[in-house]
Nanobody
């Protein structure tokens, strides 16, 4: 499975961005997915997750009420709507997919998209 993120950019604090993650390849094997981010000098952290059917979502505390994760399985695409952005949201954002192959779960990652929030 190949994942490609897009939608990052430069935005003023308080603004919004919508990230997309398009999957290709053996997409029928994709289960849960998630968004992660990594700021300069920091470890990669989990931002949000979504189950295969989209019915259950989770968020890290710092983005609750501001970010919304969703997916459109017909389009093999996952989204992250980010509102009321803050400078501390500045990071490279990555999407991740759990992929099942012969009963074994592996992870696929995208290449990342840069989000920069200025005050």
């Amino acid at each position: 499975v190949r994942l490609v993120e897009s939608g990052g950019g430069l935005v003023q604090a308080g603004g919004s961005l919508r990230l997309s993650c398009v999957a290709s390849g053996s997409t029928f094997n994709i289960g849960s997915m998630g968004w992660y981010r990594q700021a300069p000098g920091k470890q990669r952290e989990l931002v949000a997750t979504i189950t295969s059917g989209g019915g259950i979502t989770t968020y890290t505390d710092s983005v609750k009420g501001r970010f919304t994760i969703s997916r459109d399985n017909a389009k093999n695409t996952m989204y992250l709507q980010m509102n009321n952005l803050k400078p501390e949201d500045t990071a490279v954002y990555y999407c991740r997919a759990n992929v099942m192959n012969s009963g074994v779960s592996t992870s696929s990652w995208g290449q990342g998209t840069q989000v920069t929030v200025f005050s």
